[in-house]
Nanobody, 115 residues
């Protein structure tokens, strides 16, 4: 498995931007997909964006066109650039890495968007 450490969360006004980072360590070469999830208060955890080992990306409809997931293989880091933030984007954001055999999560970073 891998260990994941997120950073970059914080408080931002609606319309602002934040960039989240997720640094991975451990069995990096075995990672198939990396992703960002979020969990808002009282709601289930939901997928926000994914990026495969080949660089293919996918986004939730609610963030498509505003968020961009990317990865820097040299730094073993995945980023989530979040633009045009809305109050409904407020949540704890979790980094995920997985393959067919395991599924690893970071500890989460909180994002709060004020109106």
């Amino acid at each position: 498995q891998v260990q994941l450490v997120e950073s970059g969360g914080g408080l931002v006004q609606a319309g602002g931007s934040l960039r989240l980072s997720c640094a991975a360590s451990g069995s990096i070469s075995s990672i198939n997909v990396m992703a960002w999830y979020r969990q808002a208060p009282g709601k289930e955890r939901e997928s926000v964006a994914t990026i495969s080992s080949g660089g293919s990306t996918a986004y939730a409809r609610s963030v498509n066109g505003r968020f961009t997931i990317s990865r820097d293989n040299a730094k073993n880091t995945v980023y989530l650039q979040m633009n045009s933030l809305k109050p409904e984007d407020t949540a704890v954001y979790y980094c995920n890495a997985n393959n067919l055999f395991w599924n690893s999560w970071g500890q989460g970073t909180r994002v709060t968007v004020s109106s």
